[in-house]
């Protein structure tokens, strides 16, 4: 008799289940909401924020737009995703019409969120920050940037194996650093294709250590290796880079030149035996600001900015 009534509970408990549960589509749609303006979010804020989805959207399109518009939330949200995101040759994205302006008027890109960045040019260009939507105070910085407001955008190709010059933005140690650590990176020099600017100086990627080893006796110095894996265009699309023979011999042009003993990023002190065994090597320092060369790892398209 238990058996039963346990059986009959657990059978109208599974139909209550069935009968308010969120269709599988229903529950991706809503994800995908979500997710799209945890990332609009980001850009704009520097993070995603809080509260009901309804009223995160609200705030970023007051924020954005100056004003709410009156749809349903997903188109919404793509609205948002697609105008401050999404370069098209029709219509540059917010980040990269800000990407545009802040190289134009300082000649390098910074990593804030989009709203510090407007309030930064902003006090630089005019000694305080403006009020109004973020739209409308960009539209302005444009108007300083460019003659007539209007900046040229242009689809091209980056070819596979371009050279890229990066610095580092943290400084690694071999006591400190450990493998998996994530390594921060920005562009040293400006990459274009032809007269088309693809990758601002400033703009940031990522990287990682990769092997860690201790100072031993005998002088064996320790060894840091490094791997850089991706840096953002000036559309705001991630591409894959890596050190490959390219890279490696300008970056052995550029040590020589500078004096010192960077390879491709795998940094070692002199090497040999100091005295005997109870001789330690050296640790290793990559400081901030560490430069190297990488290259493209396939042919990437993106959208440009035209330099006249």
Known sequence: MFNKKITALFTALLLLITAFAVPVSAQSADLTVIGKLAVVEKAVYGTPQTGAVADRITKIEEDVYGSETQEALL???????????????????????????????????????????????????NGSTEAGSLQGRLDKLLQLAYTDGQM?????????????????????????????????????????????????KGSTGTGKVVKVSPRKNFGRDAKLEVSFDTLKTVDGKT???????????????????????????????????IGGAFVSGKDVEIPIGSQTYVQTKEDVEIFGITVN
């Open 75 to 125: 188109p919404r949200v793509d609205e948002l995703y697609t105008n401050v995101l999404e370069t098209s040759e029709a219509a540059p994205s917010m980040l990269t019409k800000l990407n545009s302006v802040e190289w134009t008027l300082t000649h390098s890109v910074s990593d804030n969120s989009i709203k510090a960045r407007i309030d930064n040019l902003e006090t630089v260009m």
């Open 152 to 200: 040229e955008i242009a689809g091209t190709l980056i070819p596979q194996d371009t050279l890229i010059k990066i610095k580092t933005l943290s400084t690694l140690h071999s006591k400190q650093s450990r493998v998996g650590d994530s390594v921060a990176l920005a562009v040293a020099e400006d990459v274009y294709v032809g007269n088309v600017l693809v990758l601002p």
């Open 239 to 273: 591409i894959t880079i890596f050190v490959g023979e390219k890279a490696e011999k300008e970056t052995k042009s550029l040590a020589t030149a500078a004096g010192a003993s960077v390879a491709g990023m795998v940094v070692l002190g002199p090497v040999g035996i």
